[in-house]
T-cell receptor
Framework: GAGVSQSPSNKVTEKGKDVELRCDPI?????LYWYRQSLGQGLEFLIY????????KSGLPSDRFSAERTGGSVSTLTIQRTQQEDSAVYLC??????????????FGAGSRLTVL | SQKIEQNSEALNIQEGKTATLTCNYT??????LQWYRQDPGRGPVFLLL?????KEKRKERLKVTFDTTLKQSLFHITASQPADSATYLC???????????FGIGTKLQVIP
């Protein structure tokens, strides 16, 4: 697609429920990133994928969080047994390598999660 | 531990002046540093990338410097305009240049 697409754009859920957030990256982008941004805070790194594998999962806050990517394309971030502190905007970005070898990220609009 | 520090206080500047934002880092040896712009309710948008062996990079009214001795990058917007009002984030690349870690960002307000 033309840009990074995230769904749902807004999700309100009850504490203890599971949620799935989806990211559809730019076609051909091999790297995919998930970040979390709480109100008034910076971007907290969660995980990134190179193809279907995740070299760095160090940012996942707890074992309630998991992510997968299939076919080197769509990624799903799953939060089990949601807690109120999980409320945030979840941002996805995809990337391809520039000529210099660095990844430049293109972000989606985010999925706003509210846990009541 | 690794840290990326940006002034979390908002920067207010008069239209037409040059805005200068600072990014300091510790316990990193980044080969690349990037700057992004974020508007409310939107994801960040890439602006500029600078390599460790580049002292300065320019793009239109934007200028970025990178001092690996001081472990600091400066981001300048010349002839600032109200439309430049946004939060500006610096980001460092590590992990084989694939892991991208962001600072908290500095909110810039350009006053007409």
């Amino acid at each position: 697609g033309a840009g990074v697409s995230q769904s749902p754009s807004n999700k309100v859920t009850e504490k203890g429920k599971d949620v799935e957030l989806r990211c559809d990256p730019i076609s051909g982008h091999t790297a995919l990133y998930w970040y979390r941004q709480s109100l008034g805070q910076g971007l907290e790194f969660l995980i990134y994928f190179q193809g279907n594998s995740a070299p760095d999962k160090s940012g996942l806050p707890s074992d309630r969080f998991s992510a997968e990517r299939t076919g080197g394309s769509v990624s799903t971030l799953t939060i089990q047994r949601t807690q109120q502190e999980d409320s945030a905007v979840y941002l996805c970005a995809s990337s391809s390598r520039t000529e210099s070898g660095a990844n430049v990220l293109t972000f989606g609009a985010g999925s706003r999660l509210t846990v009541l | 531990s690794q840290k990326i520090e940006q002034n979390s206080e908002a920067l207010n500047i008069q239209e037409g002046k040059t805005a200068t934002l600072t990014c300091n880092y510790t316990n990193y040896s980044p080969a690349y540093l990037q700057w992004y712009r974020q508007d409310p309710g939107r994801g960040p948008v890439f602006l500029l990338l600078i390599r460790e062996n580049e002292k300065e990079k320019r793009k239109e009214r934007l200028k970025v410097t990178f001092d690996t001795t001081l472990k600091q990058s400066l981001f300048h917007i010349t002839a600032s305009q109200p439309a430049d009002s946004a939060t500006y984030l610096c980001a460092l690349l590590s992990g084989g240049y694939q892991k991208v870690t962001f600072g908290i960002g500095t909110k810039l307000q350009v006053i007409p």
